[in-house]
């Protein structure tokens, strides 16, 4: 679709917001860029969801001691520039980005007044409704047409609405 000077839609562009734009010279915020899904409900906030995972070191492990100085050195502010340089991947709020689309959706997320954060989506919603979404979704980026996308929403809220009954 994007080659076709058509609209797309695919999941996360953030974190692909840099290889589109070093791939294939598209320019974030005027090529492509983001959005929010407006709320279930009216007059409420807008949710963002985010992926979070935890990175650990066994306290048993014969190299602790050396992947704990891994750990520590990986979240240096230099060390996290480089992959928001090079890769897009905004770890902390200690670095910069001055792309549009990556950057600027973080900034966007830290107005409290207008989203509610919360841990990613398939952690944060029913089961039920993830599979529904995920096999619906698929079906509409293999037939992207206007029948199909009002087909998949139609289908992924029919599952929401009876899920949340």
């Known amino acids: ?5 058509k609209s797309a839609m695919i999941y996360e562009p953030t974190v692909t ?16 860029d ?6 279930m409900t009216a007059n409420q906030k807008q949710v963002i969801f985010y992926e979070a995972a ?6 048993n492990s014969k190299q ?4 704990k100085k891994v750990l520590q050195s990986f979240y ?5 520039q480089i992959f928001v340089d090079e890769a897009g991947i905004i770890n902390t709020n200690q670095t910069k980005s001055d792309d549009p689309v990556n950057g600027g959706f973080v ?16 952690e944060a919603t029913p089961i039920d409704i993830v599979n529904v979404a995920t096999d619906e979704l698929w079906k509409f ?3 992207p047409t206007d029948a199909m996308i009002d087909d998949t929403l139609n289908t992924i809220q029919k599952a929401a609405d009876s899920a949340f009954k």
Do not use: H
């Open 1 to 5: 679709m994007f080659s076709s000077d």
């Open 17 to 32: 917001s840099t290889n589109l734009k070093k791939d294939y010279n598209m320019e974030p915020g005027k090529d492509f």
């Open 34 to 39: 983001v959005f929010v899904a407006p709320s």
């Open 54 to 59: 935890p990175i650990v070191v066994s306290k």
């Open 64 to 67: 602790s001691a050396e992947a």
């Open 76 to 80: 240096k502010k230099d060390v996290q």
């Open 107 to 122: 900034k966007e997320a830290a107005d409290t007044s207008k989203y509610t954060v919360m841990i990613r989506y398939y």
């Open 141 to 143: 980026f293999y037939n």
